[in-house]
């Protein structure tokens, strides 16, 4: 008698384990991409309106000139493709236009020097005569709903946010994985999970194979 209830507690106690670490994973993905969906959904949003959200870009144009030391540092530069400004001509540009070019690829002519300088939500560039150092640049910011909209898509968002999206994505495969475990080890006493699983399911997939245009 003592080994059959040492066998009958063997499987609540694998279940009871199970249960436990399924919660635990549950919670901690939902905790680390919380933010993440709650704006990735608000975005999934603005980018399925686009068309009806309205909004007129600013864009500002400004014109400098580089000092004289400068302008011989930028004309005595040999072209290199893609190469980027140097650190003291970078600096003088932020300080005179506005314009952080950063370490961005520069296109180097015998003329000029083309820097593009592509962000979420905005565009920038900056042009600089070789031989005069006049400069010219300009901003261009298409509002907060771009700037969320390019945060969605990863456009011009940088290293860190692309690692971040990946971060996010598996934190929600595991997440919805672990969500659906708890959803079979819960179902014997809520008869609607299936039915509703499966009505998520065939819904998706009736609009794609019905209703969308290929």
């Given at each position: 008698?003592?080994?059959?209830?040492?066998?009958?507690?063997?499987?609540?106690?694998?279940?009871?384990?199970?249960?436990?670490?399924?919660?635990?994973?549950?919670?901690?993905?939902?905790?680390?991409?919380?933010?993440?969906?709650?704006?990735?959904?608000?975005?999934?949003?603005?980018?399925?309106?686009?068309?009806?959200?309205?909004?007129?870009?600013?864009?500002?144009?400004?014109?400098?000139?580089?000092?004289?030391?400068?302008?011989?540092?930028?004309?005595?530069?040999?072209?290199?493709?893609?190469?980027?400004?140097?650190?003291?001509?970078?600096?003088?540009?932020?300080?005179?236009?506005?314009?952080?070019?950063?370490?961005?690829?520069?296109?180097?002519?015998?003329?000029?020097?083309?820097?593009?300088?592509?962000?979420?939500?905005?565009?920038?560039?900056?042009?600089?005569?070789?031989?005069?150092?006049?400069?010219?640049?300009?901003?261009?910011?298409?509002?907060?709903?771009?700037?969320?909209?390019?945060?969605?898509?990863?456009?011009?968002?940088?290293?860190?946010?692309?690692?971040?999206?990946?971060?996010?994505?598996?934190?929600?495969?595991?997440?919805?994985?672990?969500?659906?475990?708890?959803?079979?080890?819960?179902?014997?006493?809520?008869?609607?999970?299936?039915?509703?699983?499966?009505?998520?399911?065939?819904?998706?997939?009736?609009?794609?194979?019905?209703?969308?245009h290929v």
């Open positions: 008698m003592e080994a059959d209830a040492k066998r009958r507690r063997k499987p609540r106690s694998a279940k009871k384990f199970w249960l436990k670490q399924l919660h635990s994973w549950h919670w901690i993905s939902a905790a680390v991409s919380l933010a993440g969906m709650f704006v990735f959904s608000v975005t999934g949003l603005t980018l399925n309106h686009a068309a009806t959200i309205s909004a007129t870009p600013e864009v500002v144009t400004v014109n400098a000139m580089l000092p004289a030391s400068l302008t011989g540092l930028l004309a005595r530069s040999q072209p290199v493709d893609a190469a980027p400004l140097p650190a003291s001509i970078r600096d003088e540009v932020r300080d005179l236009v506005g314009v952080d070019v950063g370490s961005e690829p520069a296109e180097w002519s015998e003329d000029e020097v083309y820097v593009a300088v592509p962000g979420p939500g905005s565009d920038a560039w900056v042009s600089i005569d070789r031989a005069s150092g006049a400069i010219e640049a300009e901003r261009t910011d298409r509002g907060w709903v771009s700037f969320f909209n390019d945060l969605h898509k990863g456009r011009n968002t940088g290293t860190a946010w692309f690692w971040l999206i990946d971060v996010l994505a598996v934190a929600c495969v595991i997440f919805t994985f672990t969500g659906m475990l708890l959803l079979q080890l819960h179902a014997k006493n809520r008869p609607s999970t299936w039915p509703l699983v499966g009505l998520g399911t065939l819904v998706p997939a009736a609009i794609i194979l019905l209703f969308m």
